[in-house]
């Protein structure tokens, strides 16, 4: 391979490869597991406070004190569904299960509640799998029974947890196999037009803010008419005794029925979080792999390639952050840190190599010039021999080996006063010359006259 060949795979192969692996990953949806504690950071960094046009009436541990153990007789959600018209209401949705019959007598009163108010009232209806072990699970729509569905609207509780477990997105409709029903934050917030298909409810909004009034306080008539008048009142369970609680971000856990409401306050507030498309993530994923790599190897410095890729992924974190508290925008940016990432590690191997191509370069010079001062040393007419600071010979070159008669061998390790006892025995010139080597802290070269 040619060495235009080689540069041309540095400058644009090892950029390609990274972004294919992060293309890979992307695709495999195997970001998620960074991404969605990412996105849980940024829902818990703002509050904000829920619109009080709707209205959540709590099947709550104070109305189960009052009216004994669950479930009730349906003869009661007629009286309160009643009640609440009566108040001016605006839209009732009752987060209740009524699929199955109960009581007739009971069943009757609230069917024909329900008929009063026909255009204002939805029942909840339950979306199941048939064979949720088969390849492709049929899903089965539970509906009120037909007396109550009749003179009511009906819309869809879904749940569907991420891997994790936790719930984070909601559908606008839920897909029953015939048709297409309207989900419960969707018939809440009174249509669909103009919002995404499937949403990140925004938790940002505070539980705390959404209008609570208890159960057992609408149906004793203790609730003033300003508190429901001309809003979209929820009828639905909050207590935790009832098991109704489900897992969120920020939260740990919500009442299924708040976290419907949650989702109709991201829909009516213009709050329903949406992730970019894929072809966007990934188009910014490639400007940033292959800019990142050419500065970084025009950088040559490894602290320099560490705080580009650093200030991506810093960057990155931050940017994030500012688009979620101006837009309901959600980033992808795992797949942007990935990359950062592995272009700092590819430059990192880069400059390793650059290094020690540089230190192979620096030890081939070093050995040319050893072999040429050695060939100087020994072709030079002068005898030269070097010693250390006890003054043992360390080399001789072929002069002095011929002007002593002396083999190499024999020569190198003596104590250099054998060979000059007239001169080196004095014992003032000796420790003269010793202190001169222990000053210098190097050989010195004496040549024999």
């Known amino acids: 391979m040619t060495t235009k060949s080689v540069r041309f795979l540095r400058q644009f192969g090892v950029p390609a490869i990274i972004f294919l692996i992060v293309c890979s990953v992307f695709i495999g949806r195997g970001f998620e597991i960074v991404e969605n504690p990412l996105i849980d950071l940024r829902l818990s960094t703002q509050t904000r406070t829920a619109s009080p046009d709707v209205v959540v009436v709590a099947i709550d541990p104070k109305s189960l004190a009052a009216l004994g153990a669950w479930p009730w007789p349906r003869s009661r959600h007629a009286e309160v569904i009643d009640r609440l018209h009566q108040l001016g209401a605006n839209l009732i949705a009752v987060d209740i299960d009524l699929s199955s019959a109960g009581d007739p007598a009971d069943d009757r009163a609230l069917a024909e509640t329900l008929a009063r108010y026909r255009e204002n009232t939805i029942l909840a209806a339950f979306t199941q799998q048939e064979k949720p072990s088969a390849q492709l699970p049929t899903r089965l729509l539970s509906q009120p029974l037909d007396m109550f569905r009749a003179p009511a609207g009906v819309a869809t509780i879904v749940l569907r947890p991420d891997a994790d477990g936790r719930i984070r997105r909601m559908p606008l409709f839920e897909d029953t196999g015939k048709t297409l029903a309207p989900t419960f934050s969707t018939a809440l917030a009174s249509g669909s037009a103009g919002q995404p298909p499937l949403f990140y409810v925004d938790l940002s909004f505070d539980p705390a803010t959404v209008p609570m009034l208890s159960y057992i306080d609408v149906l004793n008539g203790d609730v003033p008419a300003e508190t429901v008048r001309d809003r979209q009142v929820v009828i639905g369970v909050t207590s935790s005794q009832l098991g109704t609680h489900v897992p969120v971000p920020r939260y740990r856990a919500l009442p299924a029925t708040l976290v419907h409401v949650l989702a109709a306050q991201s829909l009516l507030n213009g709050r329903a979080l949406v992730r970019p498309t894929s072809l966007f993530t990934l188009l910014v994923t490639a400007v940033l792999v292959f800019g990142l790599w050419q500065l970084s190897r025009r950088s040559q410095k490894l602290a320099r390639t560490a705080l580009l890729c650093g200030g991506v992924i810093a960057g990155s974190f931050g940017l994030s952050f500012a688009v979620y508290a101006a837009s309901p925008v959600l980033l992808d940016t795992a797949p942007w840190m990935f990359a950062a990432f592995l272009v700092?590690?590819?430059?990192?191997?880069?400059?390793?190599?650059?290094?020690?191509?540089?230190?192979?370069?620096?030890?081939?010079?070093?050995?040319?010039?050893?072999?040429?001062?050695?060939?100087?040393?020994?072709?030079?007419?002068?005898?030269?021999?070097?010693?250390?600071?006890?003054?043992?010979?360390?080399?001789?070159?072929?002069?002095?080996?011929?002007?002593?008669?002396?083999?190499?061998?024999?020569?190198?390790?003596?104590?250099?006063?054998?060979?000059?006892?007239?001169?080196?025995?004095?014992?003032?010139?000796?420790?003269?010359?010793?202190?001169?080597?222990?000053?210098?802290?190097?050989?010195?070269?004496r040549v024999a006259q």
């Open 344 to 445: 700092f590690i590819a430059g990192t191997i880069e400059q390793l190599h650059r290094e020690r191509q540089r230190i192979v370069a620096l030890a081939r010079e070093q050995r040319t010039s050893s072999r040429f001062m050695q060939l100087v040393f020994n072709t030079i007419g002068e005898a030269v021999l070097t010693v250390d600071m006890h003054a043992n010979i360390l080399s001789a070159n072929a002069a002095a080996l011929r002007m002593f008669g002396q083999s190499r061998k024999a020569m190198l390790g003596q104590d250099i006063r054998v060979f000059f006892p007239t001169h080196l025995n004095d014992g003032t010139f000796s420790d003269n010359f010793s202190q001169q080597l222990a000053t210098t802290d190097r050989p010195k070269r």
